[in-house]
């Protein structure tokens, strides 16, 4: 169903436009790379995508957008090696339970723990993101180096993004995961992961991506984080 050189409209700063990117990458295809400023919801952008967010793929005159099923679009569009999602129906379903997982309890408390001003709600909420972490890690396949094996796949690439800003979580709020104990596996993930080449094109200057959080650390857009949060984007 290739068909056409499809068109990803992306923002570099945003996770969630960075999940689409790095799937084009991993399955090698051959796309348009678009700069589209999600904020500026001229008619034009609204006409590709009502919603207003990034990313989009335009592919064969058809639009798709929210960055899991741009995944799963272009792991199914392309059905080529090396495939995001297993075939086998158990293993593909055990792979969204976790996507979504990230989606609903990891991704909210990175942008909680970012914006929330009190130290006290700050203090409160670095256990939970641990916590939740920890129980990613333990669905993690024991030997990886990634999720569900020896391959790059939909799980790696929903967390990917968010864990390449947890530098950020770091200078802004004193975050960071604990490197030994069950946390090894972790840290081996996260080896694997950032230097697989399809990330590692995606990835930005942190320098650019501290700035562009700061607005985040100092609340000047809360009124837009929760509703971007549960649409999937965009934000830095």
Known sequence: MAGGI???YCAWFCPFAQRAWIALEAKGVDFEYIEQDPYN????????????????????????????????YVDEAWPIEPR????????????????DFIGKKITPLFYALLMKQSEAEQQGIKPRLIRELLELVKAMDPKGPFF????????????????ARFFILKHYRGFEVPKSGEFERFH?????????????????????????????????VKSQVGDAIRKGGPMP
């Open 84 to 99: 995001l999602l297993p075939t086998d129906p158990y293993h593909r379903a055990h792979a969204r339970i976790w996507g």
């Open 188 to 220: 081996l993930w996260w080896e694997a992961v950032r230097n697989a080449p399809a990330v590692k094109a995606t990835l930005q200057d942190d320098g650019k991506l501290l700035d562009s959080y700061q607005r985040y650390a100092d609340a000047s």
């Open 148 to 163: 569900q094996g020896e391959k790059l796949g939909f799980v790696d690439i929903m967390l990917a993004p968010h864990v």
């Open 41 to 72: 919801k001229t008619p034009e952008w609204l006409s590709i995508n009502p919603r207003g967010m990034v990313p989009v793929i335009v592919h064969n005159n058809n639009t798709v957008y929210e960055s899991p099923v741009c995944i799963e």
């Open 6 to 8: 499809p068109k990803l």
